[in-house]
């Protein structure tokens, strides 16, 4: 009674805007977004292909591709800078994307003083303390540790924010044989109670905190003991998780569309689109992991969120369904047309062309003879493509000059 006293505290719907608001999004209900995830520690080098330790620059230049990419909807900082020291990590990882990207910004914190710093960051960003409040761009994550245990640090790191008033996700990750019972069911069950047990904590500290109800949970492989990221049942596990979150009134934050591949091909492929179709159809609210990440989520390609950008299109697509009325049923245009006839110089195929189908920019749909003429290039090959214009050309919004200057002047540690 009362866990499901304070949980009842909780926001049923969140919503977490963009500096420029055309990217905010409310979460609750079945509504679906998806994004990027993280924190990696290397990234594919786009120029050689070859792994190395990720960089701050890394960070920003990942910002400024998901910005430009229109199916994903929020930027979850992906990368650790690996030149920087802990201390000064949170304000330069959230700074870096920030900067790059009019969508929302959430991440994981390292500090206390890391996040009161990040939040006065935002708060300048914003013109002050209510306005951030009144239009959130950033948010944190913080994370109940499997099996049931909340360490000191993040419990620290919980409160801090949750007394801030700043959205928080707080996730859980058992993994089925190793920090959770071996079935999904106990799996659920589980982070169900991890999640819920800082949720309720959240509210203790200020009734009304906004929370996502958040579920990392995966399978451990049992050959192994590793971590995995791409199994079908991480994308089952995560579909129930939105069904639990569901019945609590809270929005949701989810995973899926993770690979185990150690490369953007046709193993990343399957893997991404199967979870991420999975838990989109379960009215998951904000799924994150979905673009970017591969090798057990430890990387980060930059084409890969370019043909992430399309699974996760194609999965939005999916969740659109089929709409039925007299209109898109179109009887009427099928009696006018009649046997033997086309609908290609129809009125009614000009209105819904270009919303019933959804059109991917990376997967080749030409004949064998024009793709070969065009270099026989395979997906990947076409994605690098794209995201080296993306990332020549894309200016993302800036912040004002002024505004800049007083952040660099005013934040300790920025780079």
Known sequence: EVVEEL???????????????TWDITLGDARVYLGTGGT???????DTGEKRPSTLQDVAQAARLVDALDNIHFFVLPLYPNELRKEVVDVNRFFAGISNTSKHVMGGIYTKEGAVEVIRMAEIIAGGPDRLRERPFISMITCVMSPLKMDNLYTELLITVAESGIPLAIPAEPQCGSTSPVTLAANVAQMNAETLSGIALAQIVNPGTPVLYGSVATVSDMRTMSYLSGAVEMGLINAAGAQMAQRYGIPYYATAGMSDSKVPDVQAGYEKAMTAVMVALAGANYIHDAAGLLEFAMTVSYEQ?????????MALRAVKGIAVCKETLACDVIARVGPGGHFLAEDHTVRHMRSEF????VADRNNRSTWEKEGSLDARARARDIARQLLSEHEPLAIPEDVYTRVKETIKGLA
């Open 7 to 21: 949980i009842a505290r909780a926001p049923s719907e969140v919503t977490l805007c963009g500096r420029d608001s």
């Open 40 to 46: 990696a520690l290397n990234v594919l080098d786009l």
């Open 305 to 313: 969120y370019v043909i992430d950008n399309e699974i996760v299109g």
């Open 358 to 361: 959804f059109y991917p920019q």
